[in-house]
């Protein structure tokens, strides 16, 4: 899944100028139906909000709301039944989400395969993939031999890495021991204050800590939120 976006995006790299009134993450009306043994099932209704360059979106809803399937959405790993996004800041790909990685290849080789793509210096994002991950010789293992938090460990390193203007997050900071997950911390929301952010998480204390709104989904519906303890508060009810 993540070779065919890469693919796509050869021609939009990360250090194409864009115009100001376009930079930022648009869903516009997002519909998105899913066909279950029951029949047909609308997971998101009608869902709109803008995230530009600094905003943090946290995305709350109990399991099942939607929450992954709109990540999944934002980053074009699928298409919605109606509705339209755009992209106008450079957008990660979804952390936490399997199947990002070519298994049969080493992490060292997907490294290199992902900068190249990005045209991003393959030496430096290794160095740095490297050190942030802590995989050591696991680096130069394939991936399918990979432990979850090994695969959300690369995934996130890379992403880091790359450098990308909004990152996408489906709860992979919780990944790791406790002082691998004050390290994310660390990087994420301290080392990359000016960074856009799009997170779907469970943890409330860094909803409000961290995040500048909140989109709250239920029965596919979305209220946004731009106090974050009200949101919380809600969330709290479902």
């Not at 930022?24 to 099932?41: C, F, P, S, W, Y």
């Not at 490297?130 to 130069?140: I, K, R």
């Not at 943890?203 to 979305?222: F, P």
């Amino acid at each position: 899944m993540l070779r065919e976006r890469l693919r796509r995006e050869r021609s939009h790299p990360l250090a194409a100028a864009k115009p100001a009134a376009e930079r930022a993450i648009i869903a516009d009306n997002l519909v998105m139906d899913v066909q279950t043994e029951h029949g047909k099932r609308r997971v998101l209704d009608g869902i709109s909000f803008r995230v530009g360059p600094g905003d943090r979106l946290a995305v709350l809803g109990r399991n099942g709301a939607g929450k992954s399937t709109l990540i999944r959405l934002l980053a074009g790993v699928q298409r919605p039944s109606s509705g339209h996004i755009h992209r106008g800041l450079s957008l990660s790909w979804p952390l936490g989400l399997n199947g990002a990685f070519a298994g049969e290849m080493t992490g060292y080789d997907n490294v290199r395969f992902i900068a190249a793509i990005y045209n991003a210096p393959w030496r430096e994002v290794l160095e740095y993939v490297a050190d942030f991950t802590e995989l050591g010789d696991s680096l130069y293992e394939p991936v399918r031999i990979y432990s979850n938090g090994m695969n959300a460990r690369l995934a996130l390193g890379l992403s880091l890495a790359i450098n990308f203007e909004c990152l996408l997050i489906d709860e992979v900071i919780v990944v790791g021991d406790q002082r691998f997950q004050q390290k994310c911390f660390r990087e994420i929301f301290e080392n990359r204050r000016e960074h856009s952010m799009i997170l779907a998480v469970h943890a409330m204390d860094v909803v409000e800590a961290y995040c500048s709104e909140a989109l709250v989904l239920k029965d596919g519906k979305a209220r946004l939120f731009s106090d974050t303890k009200l949101a919380t508060r809600i969330y709290a009810t479902l």
